[in-house]
């Protein structure tokens, strides 16, 4: 006679022992255990990038390239397109943050800046205006916080472009900052694409 599969199920489960009470909470002590870990190695992890990223922004002056205060700047990634450089580099785009370096020194200066993009770049915002000033008696050389922040930007990881300023947006003494979609714009810009390709 052949057994069910319920039967067959009983009959190989037969000799198989709950574990004990002690058992669980040691296993469950040892789940939440890794979590522990995992949240530290993360915090450890995240702090080593920052500082990682702090020691490509360099703060002491022999470091950075020098340029000059009436130089205009530019700079941009492969695969920016000449046209949106040149939309860029004109001002065309709006611009909703604005930083002021003026009154700063160096290392707060970096620290700002690093604040001010990566918060940006997460409201899904795609260009800013960083005032630096000239710099005409800045010490050790001229335009030093000028130079700073042209490096600086060259190193941050949404950067994808930034040029002098127009006239009425402070000429040479500011950058215009153009950053990478955000991964909710591009997951927005996807669903508008995705309902826009339906039928009417």
Request: net charge positive; charged share 20%; hydrophobic share 35%.
């Amino acid at each position: 006679m052949s057994l069910s599969d319920d039967q067959l199920f009983l009959q190989e489960m037969a000799d198989v022992m709950p574990l004990k009470d002690e058992n669980q909470s040691s296993l469950a002590n040892a789940l939440l255990h890794c979590a522990s870990i995992t949240d530290a190695q993360l915090a450890k992890r995240a702090a080593a990038q920052q500082h990682e990223l702090l020691q490509l922004l360099p703060t002491e002056p022999y470091l950075i390239h020098a340029v000059k205060p009436d130089e205009v700047v530019s700079y941009k990634i492969d695969g920016i397109q000449n046209e949106v450089f040149t939309l860029l580099s004109q001002g065309k785009y709006p611009v909703k943050t604005v930083l002021d370096l003026h009154q700063y020194r160096l290392k707060q200066a970096r620290e700002s800046l690093m604040n001010c993009i990566f918060s940006a770049h997460e409201r899904g915002e795609r260009n800013l205006l960083i005032i630096h000033g000239k710099g005409y008696k800045s010490k050790p050389y001229p335009a030093l916080m000028k130079s700073a922040v042209c490096h600086w930007l060259q190193q941050i990881e949404p950067v994808t472009a930034y040029h002098s300023a127009t006239y009425n947006h402070g000429g040479v003494g500011g950058v215009f900052v153009m950053l990478k979609k955000s991964q909710q714009k591009k997951v927005e810009n996807s669903e508008l694409n995705r309902k826009g390709c339906g039928f009417r």
